[in-house]
């Protein structure tokens, strides 16, 4: 049993790996909750968008010597209210739109990155290096994660009416619009934090697995958030003691476990339909006495 | 300062009818083709509206455009003296195929209370007095053993019953439903029928887009009827028999 927990305690006498659990956590948050109205909103190939275009902003950053996250910040903001833009005029259909917009600024980036003859620099910004988290990181991603839950939590009730029901929200004078700026905007912020984590390439896992996974477990949308946390911050956790003791990838060992997590949450799922396949979901009685 | 719209609260316009529509025109947004042309009527407060019209007349743009919906491209809407979204409380609607998403994580009581959201706006939670208007309604229209169920667990008659009861929680004026009883249960249509008397009895005004030409004759007070060939006519419910639909 001791040997357990030395085994647990043992890589957090290292300050980097202690810096390196915070920011696990601290993302794993932002993301999951975030995440869920990603999902219910079927915003999942924006946020993979956003999390791509970053990338052109953080190699121009780098070449000017400016701060990187600043980089990807400006980066993120801009492609948050491009898109937001592009959706709004209908000449092009919406994903259409994004796709055409997210492989061009990557293909920028990527292109950018190739002048440098470094490439090799750029790997932890493509696929994410949690253990090279520094402390004045670990303190931008403590803001943007209590910025990004405070907003969720002060405009939780427009967010939530504007994702189901956007017509009763243009009714009473709510624009459905400015509710997705917002969102758009969060998400900017999020996905900045979280390519420290596990980079651009794989930054939609982490906003988008936990929170699926949890949507297969509950139709409580407070729950779905809390669930969604937890598998967030679990995969975190597991994929720095997967880098530390096996010496693999840290940003895909965190979103292959929060893949496990997903595959649980499914298998559970279906297993609980083949149990009870005859779930009273529509109606007990005036549904018999449907009229012509 | 916490309401949705920019524009201020404003009064109804003494004297002024509930809903007074002038040389109304509405245009598809794509297409430019008119839908409506120079439609012309007045409700009193007070008074249950039939509005009666063949699939594709009209009825269903015409009630949008009331809710403030859909742009105006000539004449004018008044409600209760004051143009559409000036004040966004006074008026309900409810959609006859809402584009809601059933498989939202929401129960049927939080989607109610959403009704109730134009009174509070910005930052502000839901009071014990919203929660107690909010089970008032639900159990006015027979749902109070479903209040917690997820929205998408509901029958479509029941969903129906909920979309009203969310129109009720608004506490509106003017009450715009769109065809409310296509397609529901025997329950639902007896529920319905028994709300929207007793709205009448509270000094409500209901303009209701309907098929049933059957029951008009007891339940509205006039009928609007609208048709693409000739200009919208307002007639007292006595003078039905005598209009050729």
Redesign the interface.
Known sequence: MNELIDWLAAPFRFQFMQTALMAAVLVGLACASIGVYVVLRRMAFIGDALAHTILPGVVIAYLNQANLQVGALAAGLATALGIGWLSRRQAIREDTAIGVVFTGMFAFGVLLMSTTRSFRDFTHILFGNVLGVTVSDLQMIAVITGGVLLTLALFHKELELTSFDPTHAEVIGLRAARLRYLLLVLLAFTVVSSIQLVGVVMTTALLITPAAAASMLTVRLWRMMAIAAVIAVSSGVIGLYASFYANVASGAAIVLASTGFFALAWAFNSARHLLSPAEPSSDDESELELEV | MW???S?VHKDPVPGAPALEVRDLCVAYADTRRLVLKNVTFTVPIGARAALIGHNGSGKSTLLKAI???LPIKSGSILIYGNPP?AC??R???L?QR????WR????LRKLVM?GR??H?G??R?PSRQDWQIVDDVIDQLGLTDLSER?I???????QQRAMLA?ALA?DADLLLLDEPLN???????DVIAQVLHDLNRRGKTIVMATHELSTLADEFDLTLSLNRQRPLTAHPIDELERINL
Do not use: C, E, N
């Not at chain 2, 809402?98 to 998403?101: L, Y």
């Not at chain 2, 939202?104 to 129960?107: G, Q």
């Open positions: 309401s949705y719209s524009r809710a403030g919906l979204g966004h409380h008026v309900a609607y959609p809402s584009d809601i998403d939202f994580p929401i129960t959403t959201y134009v509070m910005w930052l939670r997820q998408g667990q509901l029958s479509g008659g029941q969310r608004q397609a529901v249960d025997v329950k639902t249509r």
